[in-house]
């Protein structure tokens, strides 16, 4: 096993703990205004935040693993991170409400797929998987990893 694999496994988790917040934060929002204006834009900014994570931790994973699922569109996640990062004032709350609603669970699914898969093909460190299933920052982690 690729010693660049096996480290993996926190960027991986960071990516659903933010997924799993997301769409707790916006649960209960039917559209974009009203998810941005809520609590002067606490859960907006929060999902800003997130989704920032989400880039950092994909930008963080091995080119092995990244090559083994292209399904996934990493290249975007990193570039959708710097979208926020550098042009905050010029993002679209309907761009970023969508991708919240419609492209986190989605990516969140494949996530746990790739989890799932790396941790069958024992990639992962066992005391480093058992160390985060302990951990209370990964407390939105469905670490049965949803059945599999």
């Known amino acids: ?63 092995e693993i990244v090559a083994l699922y292209p399904s996934v569109a990493w290249e975007k996640l990193r570039g959708f991170r710097n979208r926020v990062a550098h042009d905050y004032p010029g993002l679209d709350m309907v761009v970023i409400f969508k991708t919240i609603a419609e492209f986190i669970p989605a990516l969140e699914t494949a996530l746990y797929g790739i989890v799932g898969q790396e941790r069958a093909a024992n990639a992962f460190d066992p005391e480093e998987w058992e160390a985060a299933r302990s951990s209370p920052f990964y407390r939105h982690v469905d670490f049965s990893l949803r059945g599999g």
């Open 1 to 63: 096993m690729s010693p660049d694999r096996r480290g993996n496994l926190l960027h991986l988790l960071n990516m659903l703990e933010s997924c799993a917040k997301a769409g707790i934060y916006a649960a209960d929002f039917s559209d974009a205004e009203s998810f941005f204006n809520k609590r002067d834009q606490l859960h907006y900014n929060a999902c800003l935040a997130l989704l920032l994570n989400l880039g950092e931790s994909a930008g963080k994973l091995s080119p």
